[in-house]
């Protein structure tokens, strides 16, 4: 039998945690032949920690033949320990009449504190995918307070805006959505990402020429996408959790067990490429591999793209410089 790997997630008893922690356990995430331990983190409040309790005896009452383990607990030192993978899922939410910028300070003693953590305590290849919004800028700071541990696994999750615009193409396209390849979600995990599908290709053919259609792109499709989750939102009463519960798994699944040479979009810190500034956490196209993934690089940006680019890359310079001061 193979050795557990160590999934750390936290928020575990959100909306999110619910859709997500089955799954793992049940291999969808890491292979049906790959046991896992769940360390889950959740506040320190009576009614978190209950909900917790019952999110673990429900794990309990699956018996699934690959969990080999499951801890509990309030302290991030313990969730985190020796942990492999960690989903850093729990975030403070927008309340009401809370500023923009409160929330991102709100985030960042968080993501801070839990990076501290991580760095302290989780295995020293802990690959990291922040979820929590705003997923970008949290793991900046996360990777930021994590000095020690390698920058290029701290990830943020762009790949539910991955897939919904793959959703949409496949849509106007009248093709399925496993044929369309190379697309790209550029930026912020918010309104002002850009999904491209210029380099896009169904059956080795070009899918932007099948489409063929610069209006619909510019004025339905991009905003559809930036929006989508403002109107799951709006018909459910609830925010997207079994969607970026699904965006969850492929993103972690990808990034260990590869995407077969596909594009994937991860956010992931810059190395300078395509004019982004270093560090930067930013949804790029990647192929990945065992662990690891590779930028895909060079390819040309026109001027509608530059601008959008700039667009995305402006508010997350924006959300960097407010949480500056407190990174040192
Ligand atoms: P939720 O409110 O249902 O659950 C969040 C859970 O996190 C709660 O149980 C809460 O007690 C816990 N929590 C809060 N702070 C924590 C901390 N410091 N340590 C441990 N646990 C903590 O929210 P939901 O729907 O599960 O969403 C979670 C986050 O994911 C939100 O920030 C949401 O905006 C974000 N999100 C991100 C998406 C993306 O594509 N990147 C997509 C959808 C949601």
Redesign the pocket.
């Known amino acids: 039998m193979k050795t557990p790997v160590r999934v750390a997630v936290?928020?575990a008893?959100?909306?999110?945690?619910y859709a997500l922690l089955f799954r793992i356990a049940s291999g969808e995430m890491l292979g049906k032949d790959q046991p896992v331990i769940l360390q889950l983190?959740?506040?320190p409040l009576d009614k978190?920690q209950a909900a917790l309790k019952g999110v673990i005896m429900e794990l309990e009452d699956c018996a699934f033949p690959l969990l080999a383990g499951i801890v509990g607990t309030d302290d991030p030192e313990v969730a985190f320990k020796d942990a492999d993978v960690a989903m850093l899922?729990?975030?403070?939410?927008r309340g009401p009449g809370m500023e923009r910028k409160d929330l991102l300070l709100e985030n960042a003693k968080?993501f801070t504190a839990q990076g501290a953590a991580l760095n302290k305590v989780a295995s020293r290849d802990v690959k990291v995918l922040v979820?929590?919004?705003p997923?970008n800028t949290n793991a900046y700071i996360a990777m930021k307070s994590a000095p020690d541990l390698k920058p290029e696994n701290f990830t943020a999750?762009l790949r539910?805006?991955h897939n919904r615009a793959l959703s949409q193409l496949a849509g106007k396209a009248g093709v399925a959505v496993g044929e369309i390849e190379k697309l790209i979600v550029w930026g912020n995990?918010s309104p002002t990402m850009y999904p491209d599908y210029r380099f896009a290709t169904v059956g080795g053919a070009s899918l932007k020429d099948r489409i063929n259609d610069a209006d619909w792109n510019a004025n339905e499709f991009i905003p559809k996408v930036g929006k989508r989750?403002a109107a799951i939102i709006e018909a459910r009463g609830l925010?997207?959790?079994a969607s970026?519960a699904n965006?969850a798994i492929d993103h972690v699944r990808d990034w260990l067990l590869g995407s077969n040479g596909k594009w994937v979009t991860m956010g992931i810190p810059s190395d300078g490429s395509y004019g982004i500034p270093e560090g930067v956490i930013f949804g790029f196209p990647v192929i990945t591999e065992n662990g690891s993934y590779t930028l895909v690089r060079d390819l040309p940006v026109d001027e509608f793209s530059q601008k959008a680019i700039d667009k995305t890359l402006g508010e997350l310079e924006e959300e960097r410089g407010g949480v500056a001061h407190l990174l040192g």
């Open positions: 936290t928020g008893a959100g909306q999110i945690g983190l959740e506040l978190a899922v729990g975030a403070r939410p968080i979820v929590g919004n997923a999750m539910l805006d995990h989750g925010s997207s959790a970026a965006a």
